[in-house]
């Protein structure tokens, strides 16, 4: 394994769920990778999500909690330049070998990667709001 991989795992840290033999190899992948991954990257995929809704005229911070929960996941659905930056985050801290078994099941996993991230953003709204209003 390259320094790089070793470094990667060393900031990611461990699998986050329950991982049994049973479990599918999607399900493997999610909980020791998207999962950790996804937590190291939030402030940076909190910021990106602000930097798109701060280019689409700040909108976003005017909406009904219901409207921006559907803000979110109809900018990630929709917007595939929005959508590829995101992916390009989470990718970016894949070791070599979590990259080629990423790219053996790429589709099903991004599904699994967005609706991941969707999740969380909406998990966090009442942040993305709030940092609105520092940035202010």
Do not use: C, W
Request: charged share 25%; proline share 1%.
């Amino acid at each position: 394994m390259s320094q790089r991989d070793n470094g990667i795992l060393a900031l990611r840290g461990d699998a986050i769920g329950t991982i049994h033999p049973q479990s599918s190899g999607e399900e493997i992948f999610q909980n020791a990778t998207l999962r950790p991954v996804l937590k190291l990257q939030n402030d940076l995929l909190i910021e990106s999500f602000l930097n798109y809704a701060n280019k689409q005229k700040k909108q976003f911070y005017t909406l009904t909690l219901d409207k921006k929960l559907q803000y979110i996941d109809t900018a990630i659905h929709k917007d595939i330049k929005f959508r590829n930056a995101l992916k390009g985050i989470v990718l970016g801290v894949f070791t070599v070998d979590e990259f080629k078994a990423y790219t053996h099941n790429s589709s099903n996993i991004n599904k699994r990667m967005m609706n991941m991230i969707i999740e969380r953003l909406k998990d966090q709204v009442q942040l993305l709001t709030e940092y609105n209003d520092v940035a202010i």
